[in-house]
């Protein structure tokens, strides 16, 4: 008439992003133990028969409570004579999840005013616990030496320089999941194109930078424009007279 004694051992209940180790012993000193069975839930209630419940035959098994989540272990042992005992353990809070980290806008072309941009960082299950970010002018990963950090989950960003710039973002949770990811290119082009121009042949006559004509010449000049960083598309020269 005594049903089995169901031992449990675990590791530990805080928030973390480990898998979580449970060993079960089952003994009873009657009949013997016939078989346990478990099952792992978010629910503080004991599930009905056949919910998921894993049969073992062994007296003594080992499981894992995995998945993101705040986890309840269930387990039955049943003895020969149909005794039954019952323990439930919890909860385990696992948060196996990193964090999201979007930005809008993920990069932009060549422009001549600041580019603006906003982090957006979310993380399903535990806190935010750090979020990181760093301008650069290339792809290769920040590891350390971060620009700025915070906890915030909105960072709002203002690049001003001209150069193309890569936005870096490194996120991690209270569990101690990290994300990392970059964002750009983000072109900005401050520096007014340089150019020169210079006379060739045709005019009638000059006078310091004055070059006189009649209607119906052709006067020639050189031009020659240059752009750092993002080049010159457009080149052209406006003449008129004094009409």
Do not use: C
């Not at 409570?65 to 020969?80: A, F, K, P, Q």
């Not at 019952?86 to 385990?92: D, S, T």
């Not at 060739?200 to 020639?220: E, L």
């Amino acid at each position: 008439t005594t049903p089995p004694v169901i031992d449990i051992k675990n590791e530990s209940l805080d928030l973390s992003n480990k898998k979580r180790s449970v060993s079960v012993s089952s003994v009873d000193s009657g009949s013997g133990v016939k078989y346990s069975r478990y099952t792992v839930t978010s629910s503080t209630a004991k599930p009905s028969s056949g919910a998921g419940w894993i049969t073992n035959y062994n007296s003594n098994f080992t499981f894992e409570v995995s998945g993101t989540g705040t986890w309840y272990v269930h387990v039955e042992s049943i003895d020969n004579v149909g005794n039954l005992s019952y323990v439930r353990v919890g909860p385990f809070a696992v948060d196996m999840d990193a964090p999201i980290i979007t930005a809008n806008p993920i990069n932009r072309d060549w422009g001549y005013v600041d580019a603006s941009v906003r982090i957006t960082v979310v993380d399903t299950y535990s806190a935010l616990k750090e979020v990181r970010y760093s301008l650069t002018k290339s792809i290769d990963r920040v590891y350390t030496g971060w620009q700025y950090s915070n906890k915030s989950s909105l960072n709002d960003v203002v690049i001003s320089e001209t150069g193309v710039w890569y936005l870096h973002v490194e996120a991690e949770d209270e569990s101690g999941n990290v994300s990392y990811t970059y964002f750009g290119p983000y072109k900005i082009d401050k520096v007014k194109p340089d150019m020169n121009m210079g006379y060739v042949s045709g005019a009638r006559y000059i006078v310091g930078n004055n070059h006189y004509v009649k209607q119906g010449d052709s006067v020639t000049y050189w031009l020659e424009a240059k752009d750092e960083p993002s080049g010159i598309v457009l080149t052209y020269a406006l003449a008129r007279d004094n009409i």
